[in-house]
């Protein structure tokens, strides 16, 4: 069959590379696409959230399955789109997708279902929203409500730090009309852990749980990214707290969903902390996640392809999922000074010199005549396993040392407290 994957970044390579093992795609697109994905699928030049453009591809194609992977094109009804035309496609439809396009609404919804999450309060008023941090003081956590590529949250230490980023939401328009509302909540405290699941709106099928590390810098220092790396599985997730997820977490929020007509059928993400109190959600994305995708797929056994096809059909009951075992690491480089401003168009080398046995999922680039050359922030994901998670770790870096561009920065301390 004929599969087209639409996005472009490091975990459309990994979906892409994933989807290539499978006996059941004889040609598999992409759409954007990037360098390290043209070495394994047809890119084809449509922008991910052209749903006119990327349907009229599909056609001209003969594509027999698509799947949607970025959080745009999902928040704009992509999915429906090629429902519509009797297209079988993999993720979310719109007012499922919700759960992560709108901040204010996945907190309403726990609320009103009782799933644990942290207090909050959700403001269209700058004034009031200002008065509120003062009323609550500092730590405290603002959310943009919409859609700001992993970069719409600010943990703040103090009461002008949080006023400072409610202003470049609400008055400055930071991220657009993803700003017009803000959730301010209650700073919470313990591990973080990150849980994707299948579901087709009835089974929920967990992956192995990861570790994302958002701060640009070491320590969790530095402004917020979209990911400088991860790991998985994570010892903080243990099996009493996966039963206690699976019970007041993740059951519900599908049953939520049902009950509100928002039947969820794709990945869904759990961003969950463990507090002293148990397990919390701090954010639903309605797929796959970024880099937490890269060591997660790489520790994959099953077929995706019939994981797709199994929740598209609603038989997700009917599919044993296997993962291998030992652990997985993904470290990022970054193009220097993300997530602010970087430089585009550097030449990358040392890809050849890479252990055959790591992988390097490429995110932000580019190829032009057989060499690769920067054109994002955040520009390569390199991944490796291991029988533990040490060993995983010091394999992804050995991997990381071999590969040089201008200006390339990455944290070097990505798994590292969990050693």
Known sequence: MKVLVVGGGGREHAICSTLAKSSKIEKLYCAPGNGGISDIAECVPVKATDIDGMIAKVKELGVDFVMVAPDDPLALGMVDAFEKEGIPVFGPRQNAAIIESSKVFSKNLMKKYGIPTADYATFNDIDKALAYIDDMGAPIVVKADGLALGK???????????????????????????GANVVIEEFMTGPEVTVLCFTDGKTIAPMLSSQDHKR??????????????????????????????MEKIFRPTIDAMNAEGRTFKGVIYFGLMITPKGPKVIEYNSRFGDPETQPILTMLETDLMDIFQA??????????????????????????????????????SGLENVPADITV???????????????GGRVLGVTATGADLASAIGRAYEGVSAITFENAHYRKDIGKKFI
């Not at 943990?155 to 993803?178: H, I, N, P, R, Y």
């Not at 903080?236 to 206690?244: D, G, L, S």
């Open 311 to 348: 929740v598209v059909d609603e038989k997700l009951d009917e599919i044993e999922i296997k993962w291998k075992d030992g652990a997985c690491c993904c470290v990022v480089i970054a193009s220097g000074g993300y997530p602010l401003a970087y430089n585009k168009g550097c030449e990358i």
């Open 152 to 178: 719409g949250v600010v943990v703040a230490a103090t009461v002008e730090e949080a006023k400072q980023a409610v202003k470049e939401m609400m008055l400055d328009g930071k991220f657009g009309a993803s």
């Open 216 to 245: 640009a810098y070491d320590n969790d220092e530095g402004p917020n990214t979209g990911g400088m790396g991860a790991i998985c599985p994570t010892p903080n997730y243990t099996p009493e707290v996966a039963a206690e997820c």
């Open 361 to 375: 999922f490429h995110a932000g680039t580019e190829k032009r005549d057989g060499k690769y050359y920067t054109s």
